[in-house]
């Protein structure tokens, strides 16, 4: 069995988009992750990722809600896909919690998700530490599975070899561009002293992504 689940019926796509964030590592400040949950807050789930398998609770422990001394609620750890629609462009929003454990397995699942929904291009949205200053514009830098996919004036990363401690969300990104949808990434750097949320950040990537989409979010 996958390790998602479809909610309900699958709601007619015409050439949809996924947009991707995962909290944690690449996303300094929660600028990608803000950008999805502020897009995605209205939008329907229609997948939805097993949290038993993909997630270790002792490093990643679920919220426990006490309230008048009762244990309420526990509110766990989860990865969604939600379908939402932009000036009649579909647009899917994959988001949640980086994955502790089967990284292979979930970019396996997530291009069988991929194929089934029809989906004709990925974009990966991120943030990074970098050497720039608050009084400055926030600098995007970018990833392509080939040339030409970019929009919006940005560029690709540094020139040259560089080798980091990967993120799930670039496996992914790797794994659904070998299936062959066109796959591009947004990363935002952030002033390495900044300690929190970082809204400039965010609506750096929501200007970015519209000018990618050519849509207004």
């Not at 809600?65 to 939600?82: H, K, M, V, Y």
Request: aromatic share 6%; hydrophobic share 45%.
């Amino acid at each position: 069995m996958p390790l998602y689940q479809l909610e309900g019926s699958i709601p007619e796509l015409l050439d949809p988009v996924v947009v991707a964030a995962f909290d944690g590592w690449v996303d300094a400040g929660g600028a990608a992750t803000t950008v999805l949950e502020i897009l995605g807050e209205d939008a329907p789930v229609i997948a939805r990722f097993d949290p038993d398998e993909l997630f270790d609770y002792r490093s990643r422990r679920p919220t426990l809600l006490i309230r008048d001394g009762r244990l309420a609620s526990l509110d766990w750890p989860e990865i969604t896909l939600r379908a939402a629609r932009f000036e009649g462009r579909d647009v899917l929003i994959l988001t949640g919690a980086e994955p502790d454990d089967r990284w292979r397995r979930f970019a396996t699942d997530t291009v069988e998700l991929m194929g089934t929904l029809g989906v004709s291009q990925w974009i990966s949205l991120g943030a990074i530490p970098a050497a720039v200053a608050h009084t400055r514009s926030v600098p995007i830098l970018g990833t392509a599975s080939r040339g030409g996919l970019l929009r919006g004036g940005v560029l690709p990363g540094p020139a040259g070899l560089l080798k980091v401690p990967s993120a799930a969300l670039s496996m992914l990104e790797m794994a659904v561009s070998e299936s062959g949808v066109p796959s591009v990434g947004y990363f935002a750097q952030i002033p390495h002293y900044v300690s929190g949320a970082y809204a400039l950040a965010a609506l750096e990537l929501v200007k970015t992504l519209e000018q990618h989409l050519a849509v207004d979010l």
